[in-house]
């Protein structure tokens, strides 16, 4: 039997506009309805299997399904049946996909581990590899009922060496005078050669500057300049891996000269854009943002260009220009990611960690999904455990309550993809319940996100919520949404207990899928929350994801309104 213990309603008269939009807010009022009557179950439960009730075509686009049947994540239905909601994982995991984990197999057992997102680094790998592995991962959510959200990430130009004639890899001794050049080649290089991909590169540097690849994996000094060859005393041996990142360094600092002015967005770069576009990727990850103008122009360009499905643009933070501008780029972007390996190659190392929480907190308050990337797990490239420092690591993102970590190498090129999710799943399960046990609630006050009036109410409901979710120690919050918004909103208190995010697209449930503490459903829902609330209660009955008498604060975006309620 449904007891609704409260119904804190902030109603208005039903809005003539399309029920995603807030009621006009002059009429909103506030008052205290009578308890409800206890439910009688409409909805029957679906007998089909969790794969019949998805029909996610390739934008994302809301396709007709059987009409009673809820579409969760296999994954995480096995969680919530095994375990219950309150211990499921509220930090998301994406995982970067290279050869170790492209293959059908590799990939369902990262799905199956728990990877929330696939990150397709468009740096390597042609159109048609990183086409073959949307396919499969469409397959995994179509065929296996997983709902893994694709992100592409977009190559960039910052100054790199070239691929070293084919070369896998070419060690640097110390002493050897090296060659950096802005010349092409025609493999073989000659000995101790290097091209360098910036046309400026030779003009910029000076004599006595320091020369870095991959932020000091080995370094040089700048000894003479001839032209378009720069000649380079290595300094620090190390080895250099095609396409290495390169930086230099006067003074104690990156020099920026000319290569501020390299485009954000390269010609290469739009035609991947348009490859995601067209493929109907969930976020597109903009690499070296040097500001919000990059930012709106691809926003407008996606907007323009994919009708219907929509793309989020998510910001690398990983360059000193995107740390002056930080706000204004997060505020523009629909999340971040802190790139913490071209960024430690930007700024001295120590100023990573202070620099990681500054963008995890700030995008918080924005209320803008963080993914803190890079070098979390590195040792598990090569062994099967973890450093007891990166554990520490993850430990401190996590408790940090980032909405994300990523693998890099560790899952695209690693020997154990597998070993290294799990230690990052494991460790945010341990992390978040340490948290909640020790009641560490922080004192973070959040401040205003929203600017209209009706922007603000949906934000102090879901603020009011967290705390009555904590106080009373609920098993879940449910959260009805179109757009997703009300959804993000909740995740941003970090409540103790998960969020179910019911939502009619399936671009918005994928999309969801990298913001913390939410588990999204495919649900078609209509404006009536009681028929509406009969419905879940029933279908995640009928699959065990609930059970009678969990008790659940239900909330939605089309009626402001709190309820408080046991699963009849
Ligand atoms: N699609 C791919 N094909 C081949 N190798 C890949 C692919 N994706 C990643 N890798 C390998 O995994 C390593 C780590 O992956 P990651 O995406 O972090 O690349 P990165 O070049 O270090 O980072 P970024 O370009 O994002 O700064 C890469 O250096 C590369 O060797
Ligand atoms: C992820 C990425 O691009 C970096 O850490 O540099
Ligand atoms: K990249
Ligand atoms: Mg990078």
Same mark, same amino acid.
């Given at each position: 039997?449904?007891?609704?213990?409260?119904?804190?309603?902030?109603?208005?008269?039903?809005?003539?506009?399309?029920?995603?939009?807030?009621?006009?807010?002059?009429?909103?009022?506030?008052?205290?309805?009578?308890?409800?009557?206890?439910?009688?179950?409409?909805?029957?439960?679906?007998?089909?299997?969790?794969?019949?009730?998805?029909?996610?075509?390739?934008?994302?686009?809301?396709?007709?399904?059987?009409?009673?049947?809820?579409?969760?994540?296999?994954?995480?239905?096995?969680?919530?049946?095994?375990?219950?909601?309150?211990?499921?994982?509220? &930090?998301?995991? @994406?995982?970067?996909? !290279?050869? =170790?984990?492209?293959?059908?197999?590799?990939?369902?057992? *990262?799905?199956? #581990? %728990?990877?929330?997102?696939?990150?397709?680094?468009?740096?390597?790998?042609?159109?048609?590899?990183?086409?073959?592995?949307?396919?499969?991962?469409?397959?995994?959510?179509?065929?296996?009922?997983?709902?893994?959200?694709?992100?592409?990430?977009?190559?960039?130009?910052?100054?790199?060496?070239?691929?070293?004639?084919?070369?896998?890899?070419?060690?640097?001794?110390?002493?050897?005078?090296?060659?950096?050049?802005?010349?092409?080649?025609?493999?073989?290089?000659?000995?101790? &050669?290097?091209? @360098?991909?910036?046309? !400026?590169? =030779?003009?910029?540097?000076?004599?006595?500057?320091?020369? *870095?690849?991959? #932020? %000091?994996?080995?370094?040089?000094?700048?000894?003479?300049?001839?032209?378009?060859?720069?000649?380079?005393?290595?300094?620090?041996?190390?080895?250099?891996?095609?396409?290495?990142?390169?930086?230099?360094?006067?003074?104690?600092?990156?020099?920026?000269?000319?290569?501020?002015?390299?485009?954000?967005?390269?010609?290469?770069?739009?035609?991947?854009?348009?490859?995601?576009?067209?493929?109907?990727?969930?976020?597109?990850?903009?690499?070296?943002?040097?500001?919000?103008?990059?930012?709106?122009?691809?926003?407008?360009?996606?907007? =323009?260009?994919?009708?219907?499905?929509?793309?989020?643009?998510?910001?690398?933070?990983?360059?000193?220009?995107?740390?002056?501008?930080?706000?204004?780029?997060?505020?523009?972007?629909?999340?971040?990611?802190?790139?913490?390996?071209?960024?430690?190659?930007?700024?001295?190392?120590?100023?990573?960690?202070?620099?990681?929480?500054?963008?995890?907190?700030?995008?918080?308050?924005?209320?803008?999904?963080?993914?803190?990337?890079?070098?979390?797990?590195?040792?598990?490239?090569?062994?099967?455990?973890?450093?007891?420092?990166?554990?520490?690591?993850?430990?401190?993102?996590?408790?940090?309550?980032?909405?994300?970590?990523?693998?890099?190498?560790?899952?695209?090129?690693?020997?154990?993809?597998?070993?290294?999710?799990?230690?990052?799943?494991?460790?945010?399960?341990?992390?978040?319940?340490?948290?909640?046990?020790?009641?560490?609630?922080?004192?973070?006050?959040?401040?205003?996100?929203?600017?209209?009036?009706?922007?603000?109410?949906?934000?102090?409901?879901?603020?009011?919520?967290?705390?009555?979710?904590?106080?009373?120690?609920?098993?879940?919050?449910?959260?009805?949404?179109?757009?997703?918004?009300?959804?993000?909103?909740?995740?941003?208190?970090?409540?103790?207990?998960?969020?179910?995010?019911?939502?009619?697209?399936?671009?918005?449930?994928?999309?969801?899928?990298?913001?913390?503490?939410?588990?999204?459903?495919?649900?078609?829902?209509?404006?009536?929350?009681?028929?509406?609330?009969?419905?879940?209660?029933?279908?995640?009955?009928?699959?065990?994801?609930?059970?009678?008498?969990?008790?659940?604060?239900?909330?939605?975006?089309?009626?402001?309104?709190?309820?408080?309620?046991?699963?009849?």
């Amino acid at each position: 039997m449904a007891a609704a213990h409260s119904l804190l309603h902030l109603a208005a008269p039903k809005p003539p506009a399309p029920a995603s939009t807030h009621p006009p807010l002059g009429a909103a009022l506030l008052g205290l309805l009578p308890a409800r009557r206890p439910h009688r179950l409409v909805a029957s439960c679906s007998s089909a299997h969790p794969d019949l009730a998805a029909f996610p075509n390739p934008n994302g686009l809301l396709v007709a399904e059987p009409a009673d049947s809820i579409s969760a994540e296999v994954a995480t239905e096995t969680e919530l049946r095994e375990n219950g909601p309150r211990s499921t994982r509220r &930090t998301k995991l @994406v995982c970067t996909v !290279g050869p =170790a984990t492209c293959g059908p197999a590799e990939l369902e057992a *990262l799905a199956v #581990g %728990g990877m929330n997102v696939a990150r397709l680094n468009m740096c390597h790998g042609d159109r048609e590899w990183h086409q073959k592995v949307i396919d499969a991962v469409r397959r995994l959510n179509e065929e296996k009922g997983h709902a893994i959200a694709v992100m592409m990430d977009t190559e960039g130009s910052e100054i790199h060496m070239g691929d070293l004639g084919g070369a896998p890899a070419a060690k640097a001794e110390d002493g050897e005078i090296w060659t950096f050049s802005v010349r092409s080649f025609e493999a073989p290089l000659p000995e101790l &050669t290097v091209h @360098v991909n910036y046309e !400026g590169f =030779a003009e910029d540097v000076r004599v006595g500057d320091d020369l *870095l690849v991959d #932020g %000091g994996m080995a370094r040089f000094e700048v000894v003479e300049k001839l032209g378009p060859d720069v000649k380079c005393r290595c300094t620090d041996p190390g080895l250099l891996l095609p396409r290495a990142n390169l930086t230099f360094w006067r003074d104690g600092s990156v020099v920026r000269e000319k290569n501020a002015m390299l485009p954000t967005i390269t010609s290469k770069d739009w035609l991947d854009i348009d490859f995601g576009i067209a493929e109907g990727v969930d976020f597109i990850a903009v690499s070296f943002v040097k500001s919000a103008e990059v930012i709106n122009h691809l926003k407008s360009y996606i907007a =323009a260009r994919s009708r219907g499905s929509d793309i989020a643009v998510i910001a690398k933070i990983e360059s000193i220009d995107s740390l002056t501008n930080l706000e204004e780029i997060i505020r523009a972007s629909d999340g971040a990611m802190v790139a913490r390996g071209d960024l430690g190659a930007q700024i001295p190392l120590e100023q990573v960690p202070s620099i990681q929480q500054k963008i995890v907190k700030l995008c918080r308050q924005l209320n803008k999904p963080v993914i803190v990337a890079s070098q979390l797990l590195e040792s598990m490239i090569e062994y099967p455990i973890p450093t007891r420092a990166e554990v520490a690591d993850v430990s401190e993102a996590v408790h940090q309550r980032a909405d994300a970590l990523m693998l890099s190498g560790e899952s695209a090129m690693g020997r154990y993809p597998d070993k290294a999710l799990s230690v990052l799943s494991s460790v945010s399960l341990r992390i978040e319940r340490w948290w909640r046990e020790e009641k560490h609630h922080e004192a973070l006050e959040l401040e205003d996100v929203s600017s209209s009036f009706s922007g603000k109410i949906s934000e102090e409901i879901c603020i009011s919520a967290a705390k009555m979710a904590n106080k009373l120690e609920v098993d879940a919050v449910f959260v009805y949404t179109k757009g997703g918004h009300m959804a993000s909103l909740l995740s941003r208190c970090r409540p103790d207990c998960p969020i179910f995010a019911f939502t009619n697209s399936t671009s918005v449930r994928r999309r969801l899928n990298l913001q913390w503490g939410l588990i999204p459903f495919r649900l078609t829902f209509s404006d009536d929350m009681e028929s509406n609330l009969n419905r879940t209660f029933s279908l995640l009955k009928a699959r065990g994801m609930i059970k009678s008498g969990d008790l659940v604060i239900a909330l939605s975006d089309m009626l402001q309104s709190i309820q408080v309620m046991n699963v009849p």
